[in-house]
């Protein structure tokens, strides 16, 4: 293969994680939050809220495969439910109460968050060689911090995150984002992820070359898609590389 740059998706591929988006102790922690500006809800009030918001946004979009907006979920929640305490609160507060609110969430229902083995190693072995970018689904909100967390976020450029565009994989935009931002051709670019849609297929509608790794994420399959090599380690991506 002539391999000139790597793209690569994060969750499930490079990064172990586990969630849980209906936990109640998360709302619970959400609610007694909001009670410090003005409103009052049960776990089950903005559990019901927040996924009714995030289901019209979904509706709502002309997109085939929609993205939701964690921020302006939250956002439209506490409009929906404000007080006049909560109008009187200072603008700059209530300005960043959303991002603090998707940001709350996601830390109340995050259960694991690591690298998956041999990670960091590729990466640095890869760094410096080809340009490396990140496509993948999820909220700016919380992404790119969590990419800073388990600290790979300086290998890439550019990262592409679905939420800030509104549509998510396997829309072949995103991916196309991807290349513009390395420069980059399609047929000279491998796309590594673990989803058989979401990631083989819409990087290959990109005109991609696909690796699909074995974690214990993802979708297995998908129509007749298949990726172009397997892995089921990290360190075979250097092996395909001539790295």
Not at 167 to 185: E, H, I, N, S, T
Not at 204 to 229: E, I, L, N, W
Request: charged content about 25%; glycine content about 8%.
């Amino acid at each position: 293969m002539d391999i000139r740059a790597v793209a690569f998706d994060v969750n499930g591929t490079l990064v172990n994680i586990r969630t849980d988006e209906h936990l109640d102790e998360a709302f619970r922690t959400i609610g007694h939050l909001l009670t410090y500006q003005g409103i009052d809800l049960r776990r089950h009030e903005v559990r019901d809220l927040y996924f009714t918001i995030l289901k019209r946004q979904q509706r709502g979009s002309a997109e085939k495969y929609p993205e939701f907006d964690s921020v302006g979920v939250w956002r439209t929640l506490v409009e929906e439910t404000a007080t006049d305490y909560t109008r009187s609160l200072p603008p700059e507060k209530l300005a960043q109460l959303p991002g603090l609110l998707a940001e709350t969430y996601r830390g109340a229902t995050r259960q694991r968050l690591k690298l998956y083995p041999h990670v960091r190693k590729v990466l640095q072995g890869i760094h410096g060689r080809l340009p490396m970018a990140i496509v993948t689904d999820g909220q700016s909100s919380y992404a790119r911090g969590e990419l800073h967390k388990v600290g790979i976020a300086s290998y890439f450029s550019p990262i592409v995150v679905s939420g800030d565009h509104g549509y998510r994989k396997p829309d072949p935009r995103l991916f196309q984002l991807a290349l513009d931002g390395m420069g980059v051709a399609a047929e000279h670019t491998l796309y590594v992820g673990n989803d058989m849609h979401r990631d083989v297929y819409g990087a290959q509608k990109a005109g991609m070359k696909t690796v699909m790794f074995t974690s214990d994420q993802g979708t297995k399959s998908y129509r007749h898609c298949v990726p172009d090599h397997t892995v089921h380690d990290h360190r075979e991506l250097l092996r395909l590389l001539g790295l």
